[in-house]
């Protein structure tokens, strides 16, 4: 017997946003994921361009993270700069930043600098499509909106550039949506499960940016946490579940 859309959707566990599966939707995806790739071709060559604080900074720091890691040593101390430093204990490094420490420890150095400059990109995109679906924009406003963010001229030039400010910016939208997808959500496991998916996103914003950057992504998340809750409490959602 074969079931319609409409009744495979009905039969999909309340955690699965309906939208996720629509073909508009995953059509939309699929022309964000490709215009990403396009718009960022030079990430494909062999050059690759970087601003002096990634150059100088970050990336040392990261290619010093994924040696350890691929070396099955977790990195406490670097000996290499300021005649010695603490490592592990310092947030700017990248430990505990899971994009660095994956990308470092099983790629070359460039490649590894290209996939985190293309995954912020992508994560920023993607993640903005989905809050404002969830928020109820159809797919053209949600395309033009995650575009209009992944594409701002802040975050594309960070992202070559000050990782401090890319960890921020590229997880913050996430962290939204976790947070709006556990206030809509009626099951207590449910809810749980999107607080965790915010929780993963703030504490990589705190892995890239203990300071300032986290300062300011907490208070927008409590602002956000409180308007939704309190002012403006969702209703039944038109993309979402039951």
């Not at 959707?9 to 946003?17: E, N």
């Not at 985190?116 to 809050?131: C, D, E, I, P, R």
Request: charged share 10%; net charge positive.
């Amino acid at each position: 017997m074969q079931l319609s859309g409409k009744a495979i959707r009905a039969r999909l566990p309340a955690i699965v946003p309906v939208f996720v599966l629509r073909h508009a939707d995953l059509a939309t995806r699929f022309l964000l994921f490709a215009l990403t790739a396009v718009t960022d071709s030079n990430l494909f060559r062999t050059e690759v361009t970087l601003g002096s604080d990634a150059a100088t900074q970050y990336y040392p720091y990261y290619y010093f993270l994924g040696e350890s890691l691929s070396s099955g040593e977790i990195p406490g101390w670097n000996p290499y700069q300021f005649s010695g430093t603490p490592f592990a204990a310092d947030p700017l490094p990248g430990w505990t930043y899971l994009p660095a420490m994956v990308l470092f420890s099983f790629l070359p150095l460039t490649v590894a600098v290209k996939g985190l400059m293309f995954s912020h990109l992508l994560l920023a995109g993607l993640s903005t499509y989905a809050l404002a679906r969830t928020l109820g924009m159809g797919f053209p406003g949600a395309f033009l909106a995650a575009i209009g963010y992944e594409y701002s001229g802040l975050f594309y030039v960070q992202n070559t550039c000050c990782l401090q400010y890319i960890g921020v910016m590229a997880w913050l939208p996430l962290a939204l949506l976790g947070a709006e997808l556990a206030i809509r959500s009626s099951r207590w496991l449910y809810r749980g499960l999107w607080w965790g998916l915010s929780g993963l996103a703030i504490s990589q914003i705190l892995a890239s940016w203990f300071g300032q950057g986290s300062y300011y992504a907490l208070l927008a998340l409590g602002g956000y946490v409180a308007y939704r809750t309190l002012l403006s409490p969702p209703g039944n959602p038109p993309f979402m579940w039951g």
